[in-house]
């Protein structure tokens, strides 16, 4: 029956796509949902009540396959827009309220949205019509974990908000994950399993991602999960659909992966199914599979309809998720090893990226060159100005001198040249030999001038499991619905470098059909996986994105002139299957620069010439500003050549969420003073801070204060950085000085109840909002029940008890526990958080030490265990109400505290 099964999937869906695997970017008609007029109309008078009289709204289709908007005035002093879909037709609305209204269109907890009905509409001008053209069809965002991190408590009233704000930013494509479970409770039900078996195999609210498809970590982690959950948020999702289809937008919907329970394999004992933990791993190659996603197809498509793409990652081999480490042996291949597989080896977060990206030490496609007597030594050029915007290796080890940088690049297959960004200090291994232009004198290169022939590959050979495997999963979505497009996030494969691994997922692209496999390429810093082994996916579409965050960290970051690539660097080297740009952080709610100005490269002709200008005029436009306030000058030029000119860790490594601090670019080796970088934001600060008494009158602005916030916010976290550092080698010799100990415990305290103060300001950075979100949905419910050693909860209390957990140990600490793993992955700059989570632990720290100093013994690792786990229990389990709007005047507090602190950068 296999065998049956397996000839019928490859001759029905492997001849479609058969060996051809160069693909043409768009051979198949974009798939895209045109929306109508009246829903932006509506649109308009939601964001902007009273203001949809003033436009003139128009759809007309195009015939030369571009999606674009126009706008222009009408002879009343109306604004006509006219666009392609509904998508364009939004994002026009958009556009002239922030580029001709100065106005502000955001997410709550990044400065929100600054909107008014102005005194006087401004025109376009000119009796001009000004045309915006997207480059490429699509504009994504979203990661699977974004559902977690930064969605889980949203209301319709939320959904509403974002949709709009996706629609106004251009967003038309998007993972559409909302109300799954229904749909698979539905269906483990139709295949025998019952109420329980169900919903202590999903996880609790807040880490539902990691019981969905292939990113899945563990199961009925905070759960189970309650049957009023799953009914209202599938409730919650058929309005989602029908409104982002109404303004033109496309939702990728959840496939079925083959991660089933583990008592399923009671029922079908004969089915290939592997156990991990209480998760089962089904082959794709088995019958059972093939039923099942038909079965989950049909229910999927029946609840929410469909807009033809489905996120669908995984392996499909009877193995765990991708990103676990325990990957089963391919009983059918002897190509399958586990090398070059993404591994979790740390906490249940979701993965270790330092395991998946690489070591200290350099990753490289050591497989995919073939050496030999004939090859020839690269030769090079001599010094260039300007840089190559892709790194050759995971994370990029610096080399103090160009020779010793260009020895590595020698002998490293996908290194094509080095860079510096530093005028010549340290030297980076770059992939490509494409120098591009800047007006920064700090950046240098040279290039091999010979790299194909000292760099020569070896032929990539299709990995027939893999293929088969391939073959089977887009079947499943294949059969019921024919025009399907598979989406594969392209995290599942961030580490993978030799030859066989290329095999493997060029397999996955020859299992498809031409243009029905869709890659997210999601590169921590937006490098551009597609320019592994020199082959451009085989010509699958891919969608470039920067991934950028994880866990909805806070922390100011990420360089733009590097996504100012995106997605100019593909199309110029010839990748005319880049059909979309965007961005896949795990948490959004920060850093709003960085993704507006990605999103905005995909209605750009060309790269932005000079970054700076660019972005201090949308700070003018951010903050309503008609006229140059030079404090605003002066802080964004600042910014931009500091964080926003150095892609750091996407996670928060600062003392604020860790005790202790892994920072290592803000403050040097003394452990006291600032380097330059740091300087330059302090300065940036204090310039917002002499803005503010010019701007702030007669109200701030929601986007200034956040800024102002947000920038003070930084300076205070990375503070913590050495105080924490300080503090943790007091208390980890082996002779405790009870002295050094008080000292830095004080002020490591002092700084964090400092930065409670300062961001409790501003409701972006307040808990009060995260914890009554999601007590609300709680709030009508009686079905939850906490599995454990915890106390009888409410459906409200069970909500918050999830919201707390996340935030700090990720896996909950059950009373009673010696130990726990304080992993403060998701961990939050936030008031309230701060004060009573972050600051008391350093005091529960500094408590044992002057315990076992006083008993002439080091520190008492188990009792100190003990005291985090009760921590833990308390304040996870705890309900206190927390504010939700700002305490205190941003401006006067960030005022006493910038003096407060100003002699530590008193060098600067």
Partial sequence: ???????????????????????????????????????????VDRTLPGSKNHFVLSITRGTSGKSEVSLSDTVDGKINIDATTASELAYGVGHYLREYCNMTIGWKRGGGSDLHIPKSWPTIGGGTTVTKTRIVPWSYMMNVCTHSYSLVWYSWQDWEEFIDWMAMSGINLFLALTGQEEIQYKVLKQFGLNDTEIRTWFNGPAFLTWSRISNEYGNDIAGPLPRSWMTAQHALQLRIVQRYRSLGMSGQLPAFGGNVPIQLKRLYPDANITQQGDTGWMDSLDPLFAKMADVYMQT?????????????????????????????????????????????????????????????????NVDAVACGPDTPACTWSGEEHGYIPTPACHPCKPWPTANSAKAMCDGTPGCGGISSFDGGVTWELR?????????????????????????????????????????????????????????????????WNSIQ?????????????????????????????????????????????????FGGTDGLKGKLSHINEIPFAALEAGAKNVWGTGFTPEGIDQNPVYYEFLLEGNWRSKRVANISEYIVTRSHRRYGLDSVVPEVVTAWNLLVDSAYSQDLSTQDATGVTHLGSSEAWSFEADNYTPTSTLCMIYTAWDALIK??????????????????????????????????????????????????????????????????????????????????????????????????????????????WNARVQLTTWHPTPNGSTQVQPSDYAGKHWSGLIK?????????????????????????????????????YNWTTATKKYPTTPVGDALQVSTVMQKKYESYFASC
């Fill in 836 to 872: 009573d989570y972050y600051a008391v632990r350093v005091q529960l720290h500094r408590q044992q030490a002057l315990v076992d100093a006083a008993k002439g013994q080091p520190l008492d690792a188990n009792a100190t265990a003990a005291l985090e786990a009760s921590h833990a």
């Fill in 300 to 364: 999927l498509i029946s609840d929410f309809g469909t807009d033809h793409w489905y996120q669908l990652d995984g392996y499909f081999n009877g193995g765990t998720a991708p990103w676990l480490s325990a990957v089963a042996p391919d009983k059918d291949s002897k190509h399958r090893t586990s090398k070059g597989q993404p591994s979790l080896t740390a906490t249940g977060l979701h993965w270790n990226s330092s395991a998946l990206i690489g070591s200290a030490t350099q990753r490289t």
């Fill in 431 to 495: 992939a490509g030999n494409k120098v591009l232009k800047s007006t920064l004198p700090g950046n240098l290169s040279y290039v091999i001038t010979n790299d194909a022939a000292c760099h020569p590959y070896e032929p990539i050979v299709t990995d027939p499991m893999w293929r088969k495997r391939g073959a089977a999963a887009y079947s499943g979505l294949n059969r019921t619905d024919p025009d399907a497009i598979w989406s594969f996030q392209g995290w599942s494969f961030i580490g």
């Fill in 1 to 43: 029956i296999k065998m049956t099964l397996l000839l019928f999937l490859c001759a029905s869906v492997c001849s479609v796509g058969g060996a051809d695997t160069n693909h043409k970017a768009h051979r198949h008609a974009l798939l895209k949902n045109e929306g109508t007029v009246q829903a932006v109309y509506d649109m």
């Fill in 501 to 549: 691994d290329a095999g493997q997922l060029k397999g996955f692209v020859e299992a498809t059909p031409p243009g029905k496999f869709s890659i997210i390429d999601m590169a921590p810093d937006g490098d551009g996986e597609w320019q592994k082994w020199n082959a451009n996916y085989w010509g699958a579409n891919f969608v470039w994105t920067a991934l950028h965050n």
């Fill in 691 to 800: 803005a503010g008494s010019k701007i702030a009158s007669p109200i701030m602005t929601k986007p200034f204060r956040y800024d102002l916030i947000n920038t003070g916010r930084e300076i205070l976290a990375q503070l913590a950085g050495p105080a924490g550092k300080n503090f943790t080698a007091a208390i980890g010799t082996a002779k405790i000085d009870t002295h050094a100990v008080t000292t830095t415990a004080n002020l490591y305290h002092q700084i964090l109840m400092d930065l409670d103060t300062l961001v409790n300001t501003d409701t972006a950075f307040q808990l009060g909002p995260w914890l009554s979100n999601a007590r609300a949905i709680g709030a009508n419910d009686t079905d939850c029940v906490a599995d454990g050693n915890y106390p009888q909860m409410s459906c409200s209390d069970f909500y918050e």
